[in-house]
């Protein structure tokens, strides 16, 4: 037997597991990485965050990922290029972390890692007959094995629309084993580049459970600071918008794309939310003269009536549910204030009142994914929506 299937074998068999899980999500902002210790699997499944931080990438590491980001046409040598370079930087800051946390190769068993999004595109997006849906993560997880010496899994995506899906949102896949409870109805809102959330009844009904994007995010509002203020990645503490004034005009124009009043679950990107998507917006109301503060307020708020109103249409049967908030979303006061002043009486609480740091949730998403594909096995949902096969998902790379 080839020595990393025996151990993988043992891997698999002991009562629990080191997984690093890896989250390089829209906002390109940095790596997160979280070292989880987890044992048993399924619906019984535990986890500790031994170890969590985000390894913020620098302007060099950015600008080579913008230039090939999201973009329909692009430089195929750099996409060639960036695939293992991507997969080897990732590596080598997996071996920062741990010689900071003082630990070692052989204190981790494998390397969950997402990769890079580049490319996110369902069918309803192309409309091209002979093809399905379709999305790209690249990080080539040889790569971060071999530079790491961990098994690695990798490329979570691609089984989820093999076997029917859209490769997103994975949330449901993580959320629904850590945090449906029979107590109470939650909603697993997550606020990155673009916003998504898990529906998690407290029946724990399989066939009523899962997740969907939302819109953004953060994705229009970081893009446009970074156009008019290059100094600034995004707007902090949403001061810029809180200078500004709604422009209702522009506001009911970007609420007028089909993806929002599709049902769920369906899955987007900045391939479609971006800067080209506010310009359009902008010429539809007439309001190209906009201040830039008057924009990001209008973002802000376009953001927030988005989260709002996906919400307001899965709860609208129920008196009584729990919002358990995560990603970098939650650190914009403006946008989380608007959220809660839209749904009073309803408990707005972070995955930590859950004892999930809510800027490590997603990188500890991979982690339970590659818990599952070792341990695990396919979880059933539900037959009757589609989107959200029941399928175990990552490939397995050795270090040699
Ligand atoms: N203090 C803050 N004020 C305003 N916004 C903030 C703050 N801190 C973080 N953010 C926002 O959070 C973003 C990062 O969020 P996060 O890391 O969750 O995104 P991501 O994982 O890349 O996205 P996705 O989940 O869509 O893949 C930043 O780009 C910024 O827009
Ligand atoms: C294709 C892709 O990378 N999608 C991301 C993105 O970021 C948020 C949202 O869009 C979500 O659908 C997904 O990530 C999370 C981790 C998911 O799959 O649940």
Same mark, same amino acid.
Request: proline residues 4%; glycine residues 8%; contains cysteine.
């Given at each position: 037997?080839?020595?990393?299937?025996?151990?993988l074998?043992?891997i698999a068999?002991k009562?629990g597991r080191r997984v690093i899980g890896l989250m390089?999500?829209?906002?390109?902002?940095?790596?997160?990485v979280a070292l989880c210790e987890l044992t048993g699997a399924g619906?019984?499944t535990?986890i500790?965050v031994?170890?969590?931080?985000?390894?913020?990438?620098?302007?060099?590491?950015?600008?080579?990922?913008?230039?090939?980001?999201?973009?329909?046409?692009?430089?195929?040598?750099?996409?060639?290029?960036?695939?293992?370079?991507?997969?080897?930087?990732?590596?080598?800051?997996i071996?920062? %972390?741990?010689?900071?946390?003082?630990?070692?190769?052989?204190?981790v068993d494998v390397i969950a890692s997402h990769g890079?999004?580049?490319?996110? %595109?369902?069918?309803?997006?192309?409309?091209?007959?002979?093809?399905?849906?379709?999305?790209?993560?690249?990080?080539?997880g040889?790569?971060l094995a071999?530079?790491t010496?961990i098994i690695t899994l990798s490329d979570f995506r691609?089984k989820?629309?093999?076997?029917?899906?859209? *490769?997103?949102?994975l949330?449901?896949y993580g959320?629904?084993l850590l945090?449906?409870?029979?107590?109470?109805?939650?909603?697993?809102?997550?606020?990155?580049?673009?916003?998504?959330?898990?529906?998690?009844?407290?029946?724990?009904?399989?066939?009523?459970?899962?997740?969907?994007?939302?819109?953004?995010?953060?994705?229009?509002?970081?893009?446009?600071?970074?156009?008019?203020?290059?100094?600034?990645?995004?707007?902090?503490?949403?001061?810029?918008?809180?200078?500004?004034?709604?422009?209702?005009?522009?506001?009911?124009?970007?609420?007028?794309?089909?993806?929002?009043?599709?049902?769920?679950?369906?899955?987007?990107?900045?391939?479609?939310?971006?800067?080209?998507?506010?310009?359009?917006?902008?010429?539809?109301?007439?309001?190209?003269?906009?201040?830039?503060?008057?924009?990001?307020?209008?973002?802000?708020?376009?953001?927030?009536?988005?989260?709002?109103?996906?919400?307001?249409?899965?709860?609208?049967?129920?008196?009584?549910?729990?919002?358990?908030?995560?990603? *970098?979303?939650?650190?914009?006061?403006?946008?989380?204030?608007?959220?809660?002043?839209?749904?009073?009486?309803?408990?707005?609480?972070?995955?930590?009142?859950?004892?999930?740091?809510?800027?490590?949730?997603e990188a500890v998403l991979f982690a339970v994914l590659a818990n599952e594909c070792l341990v695990g096995g396919?979880q059933?949902?539900?037959?009757?929506?589609? *989107?959200?096969?029941?399928v175990s998902m990552g490939k397995i790379s050795?270090?040699?």
């Amino acid at each position: 037997m080839h020595h990393h299937i025996q151990q993988l074998y043992n891997i698999a068999t002991k009562p629990g597991r080191r997984v690093i899980g890896l989250m390089s999500g829209t906002s390109l902002d940095g790596l997160d990485v979280a070292l989880c210790e987890l044992t048993g699997a399924g619906l019984n499944t535990a986890i500790k965050v031994l170890q969590f931080t985000t390894v913020d990438y620098n302007a060099d590491y950015k600008q080579r990922v913008k230039a090939v980001f999201s973009k329909r046409e692009v430089d195929l040598q750099a996409i060639t290029l960036l695939n293992p370079w991507i997969g080897i930087e990732h590596g080598r800051i997996i071996n920062q %972390c741990l010689a900071k946390w003082q630990l070692t190769v052989s204190d981790v068993d494998v390397i969950a890692s997402h990769g890079q999004t580049i490319f996110h %595109c369902p069918k309803r997006q192309h409309n091209l007959i002979d093809y399905g849906n379709a999305t790209l993560q690249i990080g080539d997880g040889d790569h971060l094995a071999v530079t790491t010496g961990i098994i690695t899994l990798s490329d979570f995506r691609q089984k989820h629309i093999a076997a029917g899906g859209e *490769g997103a949102p994975l949330a449901v896949y993580g959320d629904y084993l850590l945090f449906s409870s029979e107590h109470e109805n939650r909603i697993m809102l997550n606020i990155g580049g673009i916003a998504n959330f898990t529906w998690l009844p407290k029946t724990r009904d399989a066939e009523a459970v899962f997740s969907t994007d939302i819109g953004p995010g953060n994705t229009i509002m970081d893009a446009f600071i970074q156009q008019h203020y290059p100094e600034q990645y995004f707007d902090a503490d949403a001061k810029l918008a809180k200078a500004g004034v709604v422009s209702e005009p522009l506001l009911e124009a970007l609420k007028q794309d089909d993806f929002f009043a599709l049902g769920f679950p369906k899955t987007t990107g900045p391939e479609v939310f971006n800067l080209a998507y506010l310009a359009k917006a902008q010429q539809q109301s007439d309001t190209t003269s906009l201040n830039p503060a008057d924009v990001m307020a209008t973002l802000n708020r376009f953001s927030a009536d988005m989260i709002i109103s996906a919400i307001a249409r899965t709860t609208a049967q129920l008196n009584n549910f729990v919002i358990y908030a995560s990603g *970098g979303g939650i650190h914009n006061p403006l946008l989380m204030s608007q959220i809660k002043a839209a749904l009073p009486g309803v408990d707005i609480k972070t995955t930590a009142d859950l004892g999930i740091n809510p800027d490590a949730k997603e990188a500890v998403l991979f982690a339970v994914l590659a818990n599952e594909c070792l341990v695990g096995g396919k979880q059933q949902f539900s037959n009757a929506r589609e *989107g959200i096969p029941g399928v175990s998902m990552g490939k397995i790379s050795f270090s040699d």
